[in-house]
């Protein structure tokens, strides 16, 4: 592993060249919060659902303990922890599962009022926070207005999806006109993990591996491969999506994936693996850019920038899920000029989330 120092000081404000820009960054209301325990008590959601926030709502230890008391800070307890970690601007978006285990009347008012709140927030805090919206996936028509209003009334930057929809994914039809307004509000659809959905994670659970010690990206990768696969981006060629846990491990399949689906598609295999216009990993490097949640290690980084791309892979933190000030020192520590970690740190950000740096200097 590249060596970094543990004792070199982190400040922001440029302190190597770069602003350090945390792309997936989480955070929660009050109100999701108690929705969220009054499900727990009353034994409602499912079994991912359990297993999760069942966790972080009543467990003592001290790391959910640390979680649930900063997911709701989006103010001077965050912006210390950030200071403290050089971090200079967060982009915030509401905690998995998000309003994604509700149906769509309390999914709808949650995501609502978590739109006004955040960007309340980022009034506040205009140097130190962007964010993301959220939305109910579960009434079509509402998601889309909210969208709107969320990015063009309260200049929220892009869209958050906790992975499945009680089950569904965004490969079906139905949820196809809130890509197309993402695609036609030009902003980036940040698809983050969630538990696997109730029909698969049974044999996860039982190995303690649900979670995102591994299950995360199980469920998550398959979400971005049910999208591909399903003529999403054939529908939507311009829709950018963004994944975190670099890239949930996809840049690493490409080569198999191109050869596996294109094979089944001329064998016939299944009457629902269509054609597509174009191979597997060209979608993956021309619709989605990647993020380096939670994986600060330097191989992945590096093998990641080749595959995809030196444009492709960008800085997150995935605060309060990993709050290591050292891992941000390992990616400081990265083996590339500068100009390529003002990139991976700044400007790459800047670009997807279009972020306006004057705003972020305060200049
Ligand atoms: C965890 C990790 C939980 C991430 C998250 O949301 C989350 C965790 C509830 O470690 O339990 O978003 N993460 O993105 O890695
Ligand atoms: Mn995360």
């Known amino acids: 592993m590249t060596e970094f120092d543990p004792q070199a000081p982190l400040t922001t404000g440029g302190q190597h060249g770069y602003l350090r820009i945390a792309t997936e960054e989480a955070w929660a209301t009050q109100e999701l919060m108690d929705e969220w325990r009054r499900m727990i008590e009353a034994g409602e959601g499912g079994t991912g659902f359990h297993s999760l926030i069942g966790h972080y709502v009543t467990s003592d230890s001290d790391r959910a303990r640390f979680v649930r008391e900063h997911l709701v800070d989006s103010g001077e307890r965050r912006i210390a922890h950030m200071d403290a970690a050089g971090v200079d601007h967060a982009i915030l978006a509401l905690t998995s599962p998000g309003t994604q285990a509700f149906g769509a009347d309390v999914g709808t008012r949650i995501a609502r009022n978590a739109n006004d709140e955040l960007a309340e927030a980022i009034k506040k805090h205009p140097t130190r926070f962007s964010g993301l919206a959220a939305v109910s996936f579960e009434d079509v028509p509402a998601a889309v207005a909210e969208l709107e209003r969320a990015v063009n009334e309260l200049g929220l930057k892009g869209l958050i999806v906790n992975s499945h929809i009680r089950g569904r994914y965004l ?171 003002k990139a991976f740190f700044q400007d790459i950000a800047l670009d997807v989330f279009d972020l306006d740096e004057n705003v972020i200097r305060g200049a």
Request: hydrophobic content about 40%; glycine content about 8%; charged content about 20%.
């Open 171 to 341: 490969s079906e039809q139905e949820f196809w006109p809130i890509l197309e307004a993402v695609e036609a509000l030009d902003v980036p659809l940040y698809l983050h993990p969630n538990t696997p959905n109730d029909s698969m994670i049974g044999t996860l659970y039982e190995a303690g591996l649900d979670g995102s010690v591994f299950g995360f990206q199980v469920e998550t990768s398959m979400h971005a491969l049910k999208m591909i696969t399903s003529g999403v981006f054939d529908r939507f060629p311009k829709l950018r999506m963004v994944l975190g846990h670099m890239g949930e491990a996809l840049p690493f399949w490409l080569y198999r994936l191109d050869y596996m689906h294109g094979g089944m598609v001329k064998a016939g295999r299944y009457p629902a693996i269509k054609p597509l216009q174009r191979t597997i990993s060209e979608y993956v490097r021309e619709n989605i850019w990647i993020t380096t949640s939670g994986m600060p290690a330097p191989e992945p980084i590096l093998f990641s920038r080749k595959v995809l791309g030196d444009d492709r892979v960008m800085y997150a933190m995935d605060y309060p899920y990993n709050y290591e000030p050292d891992e941000v020192r390992m990616q400081d520590a990265l083996p590339l000029s500068l100009p390529e970690k």
